[in-house]
């Protein structure tokens, strides 16, 4: 049995560096100084200046990807061997925390809740903006509502479930990995004349990271809201997403609350005419919390999924 189970769950310790991960994510949120990604970003935005010549290249691209991954997964690694026996889910879950941003995600979101529940629209306006690229100085209390729930849908899976995922199957260098990796596609994954070329491994490879986590997210929504009709929404409307992960995660998500989702928005001045996802009513500020509700309640789902495969690796 135990050579079908994914290879970190066979790790007697792994469960403490779980428990220690979310413990402190859940206890302290993302920290407010010092935080690595932020070293990460400028480190990256360093390397792309000198790797970006002449419009870039996919060969420089490349090259710039991996060579940031490979410095911080080799100090990993070398911190793991280093570590006397016995300690290293201290470290494996320090990564963790690091990673995750189960509560972060919950913050930035609910302030936007809690602008629209008091009808403080400049207020809902502006904790939007804080975590969508979108315009959103003319959104209505509707229009902030959608794109809110929009970000919490993604967002989960990138900020909680793929890293649980790369978590179970890799311990914490599959976290660093992912993260790492999903950072430098938010730098450098954009289709314009600047990243076209320079950034499509980033893209390419954050797809490839995220394309089995995605559809366990998009399952585990549907799991836990409309059923039927969320798998119908994630099997019709995410083949019409541009994103291949984005596309069932918020399909699947919009159908599992009966929400109406996507649609026109806009993007650096530019009007972008996205696919409906989802089916029911227009989002309402209250929908929101259900939004909010439903990830919190993917994650304990998670967890106690993970737990439960663990438990019958070790034994």
């Not at 792309?48 to 419009?55: A, F, K, N, S, T």
């Not at 400049?122 to 690229?133: C, D, F, K, M, N």
């Given at each position: 049995m135990?050579?079908f189970?994914?290879?970190?769950?066979?790790?007697?310790d792994?469960?403490?560096?779980?428990?220690?991960g979310?413990?402190?994510?859940?206890?302290f949120?993302?920290?407010r100084?010092w935080?690595?990604?932020v070293g990460?970003?400028?480190?990256?935005?360093?390397?792309?200046?000198?790797?970006?010549?002449?419009g870039?290249?996919r060969?420089?691209?490349?090259?710039?990807?991996a060579l940031?991954?490979?410095?911080?997964l080799?100090l990993?690694l070398?911190?793991?061997?280093w570590?006397?026996?016995?300690?290293g889910?201290?470290?494996?879950?320090?990564?963790?925390?690091?990673?995750?941003?189960?509560?972060?995600?919950?913050e930035?979101v609910?302030?936007?809740?809690?602008?629209?529940?008091?009808?403080?629209?400049p207020?809902?306006?502006?904790?939007?903006?804080?975590i969508?690229?979108?315009?959103?100085?003319e959104?209505?209390a509707?229009?902030?509502a959608g794109?809110?729930?929009?970000?919490a849908?993604?967002?989960?899976?990138?900020?909680?479930?793929?890293?649980?995922f790369w978590?179970?199957?890799?311990?914490?260098?599959?976290?660093?990995?992912?993260?790492?990796?999903n950072?430098?596609?938010?730098?450098?994954?954009?289709?314009?004349?600047?990243?076209?070329?320079?950034?499509?491994a980033?893209?390419?490879?954050?797809d490839l990271l995220?394309w089995?986590?995605a559809?366990?997210?998009?399952?585990s929504?549907?799991a836990?809201g409309?059923t039927?009709?969320?798998l119908w929404?994630?099997r019709?409307?995410?083949?019409?997403?541009?994103s291949?992960n984005?596309?069932p995660?918020m399909?699947?998500?919009?159908?599992?609350?009966?929400l109406r989702l996507?649609?026109p928005?806009?993007y650096?001045?530019q009007?972008?005419t996205r696919?409906?996802?989802?089916a029911?009513?227009?989002?309402?500020?209250r929908?929101?919390s259900?939004?909010l509700?439903?990830?919190?309640s993917?994650m304990?789902?998670?967890?106690?999924?993970?737990s439960?495969?663990?438990?019958?690796?070790v034994r």
């Amino acid at each position: 049995m135990n050579s079908f189970l994914l290879p970190s769950l066979l790790n007697v310790d792994w469960a403490w560096a779980l428990l220690l991960g979310v413990g402190l994510d859940v206890a302290f949120g993302e920290p407010r100084r010092w935080h690595p990604l932020v070293g990460f970003g400028r480190l990256a935005l360093w390397v792309e200046q000198r790797c970006h010549r002449d419009g870039g290249s996919r060969v420089a691209g490349l090259a710039g990807w991996a060579l940031l991954l490979a410095a911080p997964l080799a100090l990993l690694l070398g911190l793991r061997a280093w570590l006397p026996p016995g300690f290293g889910w201290l470290l494996d879950g320090v990564v963790l925390y690091f990673a995750l941003g189960a509560r972060s995600l919950h913050e930035h979101v609910a302030r936007v809740r809690r602008a629209l529940v008091h009808g403080d629209m400049p207020e809902a306006r502006s904790a939007l903006q804080g975590i969508v690229t979108r315009d959103c100085s003319e959104l209505d209390a509707r229009g902030v509502a959608g794109a809110a729930i929009e970000s919490a849908l993604e967002n989960g899976n990138d900020a909680i479930f793929a890293t649980l995922f790369w978590f179970a199957v890799a311990g914490s260098p599959g976290v660093l990995v992912h993260r790492l990796a999903n950072t430098l596609d938010a730098m450098w994954g954009y289709r314009n004349e600047r990243f076209l070329r320079f950034g499509w491994a980033a893209a390419r490879a954050d797809d490839l990271l995220n394309w089995v986590p995605a559809r366990l997210t998009a399952l585990s929504y549907a799991a836990l809201g409309y059923t039927k009709l969320a798998l119908w929404c994630w099997r019709h409307q995410a083949p019409l997403w541009d994103s291949p992960n984005a596309g069932p995660v918020m399909a699947a998500g919009a159908g599992a609350l009966s929400l109406r989702l996507g649609g026109p928005a806009r993007y650096h001045g530019q009007v972008e005419t996205r696919p409906v996802l989802g089916a029911g009513h227009a989002p309402e500020p209250r929908d929101v919390s259900r939004a909010l509700a439903l990830v919190a309640s993917a994650m304990l789902l998670w967890l106690v999924v993970l737990s439960l495969l663990h438990l019958g690796a070790v034994r």
